[in-house]
């Protein structure tokens, strides 16, 4: 049995590129192994942020995680500021990583090109990541393939550490999907779905309506060639469509393409495939709602287990690099 963490910013609204990429995966992984989901609050703030509206999305991504199928008397669930270890170990490895492995992260170029100020936390978010890692001794992480340069800096971080200071972290490996590991934006198939960006028309959110679901997808943006084939160098709108498809019915994308000769019947079948793909989740979503003190149970309950675990793994990086305790 492996262990398993990975985690979410409750920072926007969920969409497709967050359940195929990351949720889907989690459920499928939990009844086999010893699981931690984490939704990320602390990472939220390194963008700004509604106080109010963060703690009504931190409970409201709890109750997401729920619908989309994480089953509470399996999967230890739990929100990142319950448990003090997060923050306090990112410091010891904050003290392990260098300036110049930060200044190579992509994600962080993306999220601060443009603006006026940047966060320091915005810049120290991947070490942020790493500690929420490796307190859990985590084997795997399951997430999309935007994460892959994070999992390779909680890698080296670990690694040094371990070499300096003595065997005390286990080195996880990312576990990324073989099918919509990057959900690209319906609108602009060269860059990813995701909630940061105003891209309405591209963004098939996990609570969409079906006509909305059936408008979006029917503009999807493609080219003007008019043959199926998966090929997302030379046509990654159609190729998105393909990886959405064989994502929600199991079909493979070359399988798939082989079925349609021109895109609307393509589109049709994409969007019928989204919404019965969505709308258990809807529902189980609108029951959640309504039962709020059992959602704050759960997390209250995770917050224990995951803080069970976390303090030891803590305690033995504190005295590993000489805390006085
Ligand atoms: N487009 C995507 N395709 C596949 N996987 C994706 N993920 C996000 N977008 C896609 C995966 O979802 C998990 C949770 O992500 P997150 O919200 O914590 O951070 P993110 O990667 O920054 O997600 P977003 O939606 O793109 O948010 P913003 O806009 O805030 O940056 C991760 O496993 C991620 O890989």
New binding site residues.
Partial sequence: MATVF????P??D?????Y????KNWVAVQHENEAFFCV?DL?ALT?DIDPSELRERTLDLAVTLLAVGLDPEVVTLFVQSHVPEHPRLAWLLECTATVGELNRMV?FKE?SSGRETVRAGLYTYPVLMAADVLLYQADQV??????RQHLELMRDLAVRFNNRYGRTFTVPEAVV?KV??????LQQPGR??????DSPLGTVGLLDAPKDIERKVRRAVTDTDGRVRYDPEAKPGVSNLLELLSAATGVSVEEAAARYDGYGDLKRDVAEALISLLAPIRQRTAELRADLGEVERILTAGADRAHKVASVTYERAAKAVGLFS
């Fill in positions: 990975s985690g979410v910013q920072s926007g969920y969409h497709l590129g967050n195929l990429g990351a949720f990320v990472h963008l994600q999220k399951p997430v999309g393939d935007d994460q999907p919509a590991a990057r959900v690209m934006d990813k779905m995701s909630k940061s960006i």
